[in-house]
């Protein structure tokens, strides 16, 4: 028997032997509300070697930066000189005004999946005490709600009437004058139940009345026309996993001007370490007050980050207006299908329908979860099913990314089709 001496404690206990097998992954087609497949560009940018954020030779350089917002904003040898990391940061946040369509310097990701987005927007302009107003189409509203009282925040929850359905402007106007919140919470495309809000003129009837827009745009951006200037957003965020065809556990958030001065004016200090603008602001370099100096706030996902730099880059080289187009295409091939089966949409009005997931009403002759299986068993495709009150239900079907396309589509149009069909010949008096 050792001696106690000579095992170290951390040795007491065994190895696991399941750590001893290889990982493998079987890659599934993923029709889902995503994540969606990541292409193979991203992950290979996500495998390039892990380069430290603080690199001594970055802070040298950046102190002689004036304007990171301008292409112009410094001379060819400082580029040659800056970091590989710090160029990974300065493409991400010029892909993310791309993307939202948005001049705002604030523009920078967030190591944290799409939650973590939606508690840094409100923990950032909200503090305790203040009235938040949330529209609630589905699940996200209701998440974000959770977050508010968590926080101590004046929640007004506006559940929509029946689900699928959008809020007027009307309705939207009327619950700002009568509640007075300092923030208005919109998720423009709602996943869990496949709606699509209108956004025209919310942003006016907004800052008519003293509130800041926040809107969540995980899952629409890239896969529904948003420009965030044009409506004037004070703050937007989304995550990587969805149209983007990115790596699951990066976000990115958008604040304009009119944000930035709310939280520098807060009366109280943001109750966050992680999520608070300034300093994620600071570690960014976009900070005006900190001569846009980079410094250490936290070890970001850095392989994570190069992955969303490649997502970005591949929208930037389709053009999103033609990216928006591709989901809408798609959408319409899907759309068409599963009427031709007979089937109905919880989202009646097409125009309202988030593009890029459809939430289909489970016909009374067909076992839901049993299409889902087929779907899995016989084409390795994935599809999800309702949550919380449509849970058995409705369908999800998603095409985000790279799976908005033709060739995608047209797969799981068939697989459908065959996979109802199946149902309907094994229970016909289901
Ligand atoms: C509209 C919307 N908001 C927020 C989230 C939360 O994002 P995550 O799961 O990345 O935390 C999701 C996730 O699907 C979403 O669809």
Known sequence: MMSSASVSPVEQIAPPVELSKPLTIDERQLMTPGPTNVSQRVLRACGLPVVNHMDPQFFKVLNTFTNL?????????????????????????AGIRYVFQTRNQYSLAITGSGTCAMEAAICNLLERGDTFLVL???????????IGRKRGYNVVELKIG??????????????????????LYVCHGDSSVGTLQPMDNIGRVCHQNGCLLLVDAVVSLCSAPLDTDRLDIDVVYCAAQKALSGPPGVS?????????????NRRTDVDSYYMDINWLAKAWGLDDDNNHQFVYHYTPAVSLMYGLREALAM??????????????????????????????????????RLPPILSVLIPNDVN??????????FYNITIAGGLGPTAGKIWRIGFLGVNANDQSVGVLCRALSDAIADQRKKSPKL
Do not use: C
């Not at 301008?70 to 940061?89: A, F």
């Not at 609630?136 to 959770?146: D, K, T």
């Not at 979860?369 to 068993?377: A, S």
């Open 69 to 93: 917002n301008e292409n112009d904003g410094y001379n060819k040898t400082t580029v040659i000189m800056i970091s590989p990391y710090v160029q990974v940061l300065r493409d991400v946040s």
């Open 136 to 146: 609630s189409h589905g699940l996200w509203g209701e998440r974000v709600a959770i």
């Open 162 to 183: 029946k689900l699928g359905d959008v809020f007027s402007l009307k309705q939207i106007e009327e619950a700002i004058v009568e509640h007075k919140p300092k923030v």
């Open 252 to 264: 990115m958030i958008s604040l304009n001007d009119r944000a930035v001065q709310h939280v520098k």
């Open 315 to 352: 929208v930037a080289e389709e053009g999103i207006s033609r990216t928006v187009d591709r989901h809408m295409k798609s959408s319409l091939i899907v759309q068409k299908h599963i009427s031709s089966l007979g089937l109905k949409f919880l989202v009646e009005k097409p125009e309202h």
């Open 368 to 377: 839901g979860n049993e299409v889902i299986k087929h779907l899995l068993d």
